[in-house]
């Protein structure tokens, strides 16, 4: 599984992981939302922001009603995607459970505290971005 990321300084590096298919950011970011429902995230949206920013390709939104689910939605998240080999390059929140933000270069994924994504609106902040919905029935 190869997966193309910028690094820091802005370089395309390729991130390899033990199989040999590749896997697009598109497909990360719906395993990322896949990986939210096994710990009950919510109100999943997957923002496709490519063209809109140079920063990322997808924004995932979850939310998560209590601290401790979304510590628990973030560390699912990071795990799974980990045993797939693909790791964050960032990660920040993940311990006081009221926003974790994972970097995956080209996907980049925020885990809230419901009144907390209330609050931050980034679905508004990005309305220009198609937007796909991710539930438990598809």
Avoid: C
Wanted: without cysteine; negative net charge.
């Amino acid at each position: 599984m190869a997966v193309a990321a910028r690094s820091a300084a802005g370089r395309e590096q390729q991130l390899t992981a033990t199989t040999t298919t590749e896997i697009t950011a598109r497909e990360v970011a719906v395993r990322a939302g896949q990986l939210a429902l096994t710990k009950k995230g919510y109100d999943i949206h997957i923002l496709n922001i490519t063209g809109l920013s140079s920063v990322s390709d997808y924004l995932v939104l979850v939310s998560g009603s209590a601290d401790v689910q979304v510590k628990a939605i973030a560390a699912a998240i990071e795990e799974g995607l980990r045993d797939e080999g693909i790791t964050p390059l960032y990660r920040e929140g993940v311990k006081e459970g009221n926003w974790a933000l994972l970097d995956f270069v080209d996907v980049v994924v925020h885990v809230f505290y419901e009144p907390t994504r209330h609050f931050y609106a980034l679905e508004k902040l990005w309305a220009d971005a198609p937007v796909e919905v991710l539930t438990d029935d598809n």
